[in-house]
């Protein structure tokens, strides 16, 4: 029943997509996308990173996740009323955030996801009470709410509107290979040691390395920021 649900809405949205208007870009400039300029840019570089690591850890996480619960006796409907809490966390942030008339510091912003991300990781590797894990697991909602709100539209802003649909395509691509490589790893982790303590761990340190790059870049961006606001007061 659940695959024929699904089968439906994927044939539904399928439909959908012919009646989305296409972009209207010029022609030229889509045809000679320039590749080199997404290693130039350093601050797309930077971003780029903590968006892989930050996605692939977050969504190896969530692939290990349901089976992690029913080793700790959650049942099949328990699990879908969990899914949908975090998911309607997302929904009630996304609709926060997008209806915030006040510029909000998105780098603060991507530094909270990171920081709630790990501390999700970090409940369900201390094996806490299953009230605590269930709780935690409405923080991937709100940190997933924010990459949504923020990512994409982050990089058209520093690429341009060309150039940064590359940039987007290059960062879901390597998103992709690191999920690949983390299920992998992570199921034999699980297997092997019989525990999901091993798995958390990995999760933990990825979350560690995204946290640590999204504060270099928080330093680094409010640096920016504060030079060009002296230097507005100054002309």
Not at 154 to 167: E, F, N, P
Not at 178 to 189: A, E, R, S, T
Request: charged share 15%; net charge positive; proline share 2%.
């Amino acid at each position: 029943l659940c695959f024929g649900i699904a089968t439906i809405l994927f044939i539904l949205s399928g439909f959908l997509y012919f009646y989305i208007k296409p972009m209207k870009e010029d022609a030229t400039k889509i045809a000679t996308p320039r590749y080199k300029d997404l290693l130039k840019n350093k601050e797309y570089m930077l971003f780029a990173l903590f968006y892989i690591i930050f996605i692939g850890m977050m969504n190896s996480s969530d692939h290990f996740f349901s089976v992690y619960l029913e080793s700790r006796g959650i049942t099949s409907s328990e699990y879908g009323m969990i899914y949908s809490y975090y998911v309607f966390l997302e929904c009630i942030v996304l609709f926060i955030l997008g209806r915030c008339k006040k510029k909000l510091n998105n780098d603060l912003l991507l530094l909270l996801a990171a920081i709630f991300m790990l501390l999700r990781q970090i409940v369900n590797y201390m094996n806490a009470p299953i009230v605590f894990v269930i709780l935690a697991s409405g923080f991937r909602g709100i940190s997933w709410a924010i990459i949504l709100h923020i990512a994409y539209r982050y990089v058209v802003d520093i690429l341009g509107d060309v150039l940064g649909t590359i940039g987007i395509m290059t960062m879901t691509l390597f998103q992709s290979l690191l999920i690949f490589i983390l299920n992998n790893v992570d199921g034999n982790l699980i297997e092997k040691y019989q525990s999901y303590k091993p798995f958390y761990m990995l999760m933990i340190v990825l979350a560690i390395i995204a946290l640590i790059i999204q504060i270099i870049r928080f330093i680094i961006n409010n640096k920016k920021r504060g030079g060009e606001i002296e230097e507005k007061c100054y002309n």
